[in-house]
């Protein structure tokens, strides 16, 4: 099983503006904030409660039994 992971969908002027995850089809995550944080970085903010909420559990038994996301 291959781990999840941001996958940068959209780019607007470089700059990432929409991404998903890896191993949920059509979970969708855009950047909330013009703050100082940048757009990749709000995503992956994102992703990171994501994945705490969805996948960690998945993760652990993976680690458990050995296999690796790679």
Known sequence: MNMPRLII?????????KGGCS????????????GFTSGKQ???IQ????????????????AAAGRTGN
Do not use: D, Q, W
């Open 23 to 34: 191993a949920c089809e059509g979970v969708i995550f855009t950047p909330c904030s013009k």
């Open 47 to 62: 992703f990171r409660e994501h994945f705490r909420t969805v996948h960690e559990g998945e993760a652990a038994t993976c």
């Open 9 to 17: 969908i959209e780019k607007v002027a470089g700059n990432p503006v």
């Open 42 to 44: 709000m995503l992956e």
